[in-house]
């Protein structure tokens, strides 16, 4: 810890200026430029590795004022003020090789943030933005006196160059956090990784990755496969500024939630989703279930049995996991612990909140399922005028933004809030017909009625004719292994909420949740080419967005998995109002 001691002492005093890009000298920078050819590279070309640098020496101080990476504190040096992150990671990788660096730079990092910048009220997320901007720079400034001692034969700072110019959204720095996280006081040595863009994923928001990470342990080469999620900061600004809030969400819950689990000794019921690794502001890491057989469901194809009985118990885990947070933490302090007055930021709602942003999308929404899914069905309807059958189901579209609300009737759970299934990996072995899954994709958590997932579930996933066999006896296997789990940490259900209440709550909900499945139907179900073409085509894309979908779902109501669902979910809707006239 000698490097961080002289750190820490030539940090003790700090100056918050304006940050401008007199610490990157670029004349050295460009010497190393010209002693390229005299460089042994490893992946790249010697042009890619100059056009690397070159692009690095671009250096946006507008843009790091704009984004959160809190205030950029500086040391005063001699000749000029220096930011004291890069000057703490200079003397990081001038000192240190990188084998050293895999066991000590995490530890080092934390120490010195919490010594020295905790005190400036810069936040830990700010503060490794910070490590990242300037992380590069650094490695740069190594492989200067390298260049300038004629010592860069074989040199292992080249190939981490090459590193951050091929993998900008992955750091050396955060695999050994990676590696940290999974193999905790073993050894492993990094021998090299790779991040690969992944475009054969659904989604249209973020930006996936599949990671490879190959490590030395125990005299064996193993290789870990990764995924990773992102923030594509490339999209138009609306698109990114709402995927911001639901990434901090997800990150909250494996970051605070699963964490506290543990604490309190309830780790295994975390089995209902993959492991994360790391977390960002801008980034989560897990393990790539699908190179174990694990890939989520054909939404065109209705779910089978099987798979509504498996996702329903890995859901029962899910809500009991928050249970059991709350009772076990109010043990632990002595009062009542609810997560939306723990972690109200949080835990408060991403999707259906009514913003004049979204007016134009909602009011499409209503009047496509108000509407013209309506008017195609008009001899369904056996009691009730179809006038009526308007204006209740017209209420029951507006009641969305009110059933996602914490309940005043019956205990409230941290909830997915997207159980479609894109959102469960699946994997069932034909021969033996056991069959598992994982839940992921919790950019949508928030603290309502179990009933809004299980009936989400139920109603998104499922054609009528499985629902009308099958939906009372799901809802029963649900509250049965809620009732298993909760039993296994002595938490009796019966003194949470009783099985008539979760009936009566899924009634509450169920038209709002028919609703909701129309519009996740309304897209998702058309046929794959005439979606393409909707996402590639701005100007129809707008037009089935915000002003009529009806041109389109008439194009589409031949298409057999379009017309059965969305027939289907409009039977259940006539069914409910029928029986009630």
Request: aromatic fraction near 12%; hydrophobic fraction near 35%; charged fraction near 30%.
């Amino acid at each position: 810890m000698m490097v961080l001691d002289k750190v820490i002492a030539n940090h003790s005093s700090l100056s918050n200026i304006a940050l401008n890009d007199s610490f990157i000298e670029k004349n050295k920078y460009e010497w190393i430029v010209e002693r390229i050819p005299n460089i042994k590279l490893r992946r790249l070309s010697e042009d890619e590795f100059k056009n690397g640098i070159i692009k690095l020496l671009d250096f946006d101080t507008d843009k790091v004022q704009h984004e959160t990476y809190g205030n950029v504190l500086h040391v005063d040096t001699e000749t000029v003020k220096v930011p004291a992150v890069y000057d703490l990671l200079c003397e990081v990788f001038l000192n240190m090789d990188s084998k050293v660096r895999a066991k000590s730079f995490n530890s080092i990092i934390e120490e010195y943030y919490k010594k020295v910048f905790s005190k400036y009220e810069i936040t830990s997320d700010q503060f490794r933005a910070q490590l990242r901007m300037f992380l590069p720079y650094a490695k740069l400034t190594k492989l200067y006196k390298l260049c300038n001692e004629d010592n860069i034969d074989n040199s292992e700072t080249v190939w981490e160059i090459e590193e951050c110019i091929l993998y900008p959204e992955l750091l050396r720095e955060e695999v050994y956090y990676i590696l940290n996280s999974i193999y905790k006081s073993r050894q492993a040595d990094l021998i090299s990784f790779d991040v690969k863009l992944a475009k054969d994923l659904p989604g249209n928001l973020g930006k996936y990755f599949r990671i490879e990470v190959t490590v030395e342990s125990t005299t064996k080469i193993r290789t870990h496969h990764l995924f990773a999620k992102m923030i594509d900061e490339d999209k138009e600004k609306i698109i990114t500024e709402f995927t911001k809030f639901p990434f901090r969400k997800e990150c909250f819950f494996f970051e605070i939630i699963l964490d506290r689990l543990k604490e309190l000794g309830a780790e295994k019921i975390t089995n209902f989703c993959p492991k994360c690794y790391f977390t960002r502001r801008d980034m989560l890491i897990f393990d790539d279930t699908s190179v174990d057989g694990y890939k989520s469901w054909d939404y065109q194809v209705p779910v089978s049995y099987t798979w509504l009985a498996t996702t329903i118990k890995l859901l029962a885990r899910l809500h009991a996991s928050s249970i059991i947070l709350e009772e076990k933490l109010g043990d632990k302090l002595g009062r009542t612990i609810r997560l939306d007055e723990e972690y109200p930021d949080d835990v408060r709602e991403a999707a259906f909140v009514s913003k004049e942003d979204y007016r134009e999308y909602e009011e499409c929404n209503k009047r496509s399922i108000c509407g013209y899914l309506l008017s195609k069905f008009p001899e369904v309807p056996k009691r009730i005028h179809i006038d009526k059958l308007r204006e209740k189901v017209k209420v029951a579209y507006e009641r969305m933004y009110e059933i996602v609300k914490k309940s005043e009737k019956i205990r409230n759970v941290l909830s997915h809030g997207d159980m479609w299934g894109a959102n469960i990996m699946y994997k069932e072995d034909k021969t033996t017909e056991v069959s598992s899954a994982y839940l992921i994709d919790f950019q949508l958590i928030r603290y309502c009625p179990p009933s809004l997932d299980l009936t989400f579930l139920l109603y998104t996933n499922t054609d009528r004719a499985t629902r009308v066999q099958h939906l009372s006896e799901l809802i029963r296997l649900y509250y049965k292994e809620l009732e298993h789990i909760l039993g296994s940490y002595d938490i009796d259900l019966e003194n949470i909420f009783t099985f008539d209440q979760l009936m009566e709550s899924v009634k509450e909900v169920e038209p709002s949740i028919i609703c909701i499945s129309l519009m996740y139907g309304s897209f998702l179900l058309l046929p794959p080419q005439q979606k393409k073409d909707i996402q590639n085509d701005k100007e129809r894309d707008t037009k089935f967005s915000k002003v009529d979908k009806g041109p389109e779902l008439e194009k589409a109501w031949d298409y057999e998995p379009f017309k059965i669902r969305m027939q289907g979910l409009i039977e259940d809707i006539i069914r409910i109002y029928d029986d009630d006239t």
